[in-house]
Nanobody, 125 residues
Framework: VQLQASGGGLVQAGGSLRLSCAASGRTFNNNVVGWFRQAPGKEREFVAA????????YYADFAKGRFTISRDNAKNTVYLQMNSLKPEDTAVYYC???????????????????WGQGTLVTVSS
């Protein structure tokens, strides 16, 4: 599965962005999908994940109440709506998918087999 993340950009603190993760090559409707981020000089961290059907979601504590993960399987796309952005949200955001045989919605990057190239989100103060 090839993943393409998009939607990043420069936004002021308090603003919103919606990231998209599109799959090419084949459908990823049978894959758990997650978003991760990596800020300069920091390790990659989990943001949010969604089950294959979209009925189960899982968020990092910092994302709860501000970020929403969703998916449109008809469009083969997963979204990350980010509201009330803060300067500390500045990072490269990556989407990733688990191998289709796994159904668990997990925050561990080691559980994800396919990765997109990342999209940069910059939040100015």
């Amino acid at each position: 599965v090839q993943l393409q993340a998009s939607g990043g950009g420069l936004v002021q603190a308090g603003g919103s962005l919606r990231l998209s993760c599109a799959a090419s090559g084949r459908t990823f409707n049978n894959n758990v999908v997650g978003w991760f981020r990596q800020a300069p000089g920091k390790e990659r961290e989990f943001v949010a994940a969604i089950s294959r059907g979209g009925g189960t979601t899982y968020y990092a504590d910092f994302a709860k109440g501000r970020f929403t993960i969703s998916r449109d399987n008809a469009k083969n796309t997963v979204y990350l709506q980010m509201n009330s952005l803060k300067p500390e949200d500045t990072a490269v955001y990556y989407c990733a998918a688990r191998n289709g045989i796994f159904t668990g919605v997990t925050g561990s990057s080691a559980h994800y087999n396919y990765w997109g190239q990342g999209t940069l989100v910059t939040v100015s103060s």
